[in-house]
């Protein structure tokens, strides 16, 4: 019996020495440093790399002429002090992890990440502290240098982009120039025109008026061209100028509609004005304002089929927590595909090609109403369905400006409304210049 349990326990000691030797060769092999310290202080065990990375330790030496050794600094380069080293705070209870040192040697500098935990026996007394140090500074150098090599593309990157802006703003610039110089020999021929019609219009015989008439819708397509692209170059460019004035906006609609009436009669469309306001003055720019609606009126027409109807409605409307001033243009045209009524509104956006056959255009009027409704702080708003037609909604601010108004009314404003008329009218020949019947 005695020699049974001898041989067992014999056996047993064998297995406790195998596991101490694998523990130990584990040890041994850890990739980082690892240490273990007792109670008192001292290095009772560290392994092959933590006697490389610190080649002055050995077993039996204690924290503190560990530590004695070097001078350990946190990653702002303030020195760190003795007791707040992580594996002296472990010493006081306090598990450490991913603590990261920099140690300054004479050939090199290291960066290390420590882990320290605190062991305790069953009454909660400090027994040991094992410490884990991991050489890190390989991974930062590799993190600078990446970070740096980034930071070095970014500002490659935007260089570039800096040369990109400067070509674009030199492009535009240019092509600003270059269509502003188009627009001089148009005008020059559309004054010919005028000054034909006024002086020799009695001795011009039909067939020639009938050229005369010809030349002056290209002239005017070619002039709404040239003044969508000068507008478009200028908006681009930061360069467009507002010239508001207080006027009347039923007046001006009513005026636009009334100018426009000729075109649709020729298409025997329907055109009407609907406006449940007597009087409504807004502070904005006239001008742009007539380009807006004449385009919209001009694109209503080109889709809308003969004996069908174009409706403009001056209103009021609550949006978005304020009061806008409401202007839709609402046909019966072919209407729009849901996945096309955001393109467009992009620069040369058509709904299909194909309608160039029905309708020419250049695709940058609806473009050009969306840059300058928004130079006006105003939205515009689409609701379409195919095979019914479309409503496009401007939506402009509502200004208080009645009082203002009613001070500046007087001969010299009924001049300017005079004067307002006759350049709606040279609007909408140039803008109704790309519609045939």
């Known amino acids: 019996m005695n020699t049974l349990k001898k041989t067992n326990d014999i056996e047993q000691d064998e297995i406790i ?29 560290l392994n092959a790399m933590a006697r490389k990375l610190y080649p002055q330790l050995n077993a039996q030496k204690t924290i503190e002429e560990a530590h004695s050794c070097l001078q ?18 472990a010493f006081k209870g306090k598990k450490v992890k991913n603590e990261r040192v920099v140690i300054k040697r004479c050939h090199k500098i290291q960066i290390i990440e420590v882990n320290a935990t605190p062991i305790f026996d069953e009454e909660n007394n400090l027994v040991y502290v094992v410490a884990s140090h991991h050489d890190v500074s390989e991974l930062i150098k590799n993190q600078e240098e990446i970070k740096a090599q980034q930071e070095k593309l970014l500002n490659a990157e935007k260089s570039r982009n800096e040369i990109l802006e400067e070509a674009i703003k030199s492009k535009e610039e240019f092509f600003y120039l270059m269509t502003h110089e188009f627009k001089t020999p148009i005008s020059v021929i559309n004054l010919a025109l005028q000054a034909i019609d006024l002086m020799y219009k009695k001795e011009i015989t039909e067939k020639v008026n009938k050229y005369l008439n010809t030349i002056k819708q290209n002239v005017n397509r070619q002039l709404r061209l040239v003044n969508n692209l000068l507008d478009i170059a200028r908006i681009d460019s930061g360069h ?68 069908k109807s174009i409706i403009v409605t001056l209103s009021t409307k609550k949006y978005k927590n304020g009061e806008m001033i409401s202007i839709s243009v609402q046909d019966e045209g072919m209407g729009i595909p849901l996945d096309k009524q955001k393109t467009i509104f992009e620069r040369f956006g058509q709904v299909d090609s194909s309608l160039s ?33 479309s409503i496009f909604t401007v939506l402009l601010p509502s200004s208080k400006s009645e009082i203002y108004y009613e001070k500046t009314v007087s001969n010299e404003v009924s001049n300017q409304l005079f004067s307002s008329d006759n350049r709606i009218i040279q609007s909408t020949a140039v803008e109704f210049s790309d519609i045939y019947f």
């Open 357 to 389: 056959d029905q309708a020419e255009g250049t695709g940058l009027g609806l473009h050009l109403v969306k840059l300058l409704v928004n130079s006006l702080d105003g939205e515009i708003l689409l609701n379409s369905t195919v095979g019914e037609g």
């Open 240 to 307: 467009l100028k507002m010239n508001k004035s207080c006027f009347s906006i039923i007046h001006v609609i009513e005026a636009i509609v009334n100018s426009v009436q000729l075109y649709a009669k020729q298409k025997n469309v329907i055109l009407k004005f609907n406006t449940n306001l007597s009087k409504k003055n807004i502070y904005s720019d006239e001008e742009k304002l007539e380009r807006i609606l004449l385009n919209l009126l001009s694109n209503a027409l080109k889709f809308t089929p003969s004996g």
């Open 17 to 45: 020495k195998l596991h101490k030797y694998q523990l130990e060769d584990i040890i041994q092999n850890l990739p980082d440093a690892f240490f273990v310290y007792n109670k008192e202080g001292y290095i009772v065990l």
């Open 72 to 89: 350990y600094y946190d990653l702002d380069n303030n020195i760190i002090l003795p007791d707040n080293f992580p594996t002296r705070r």
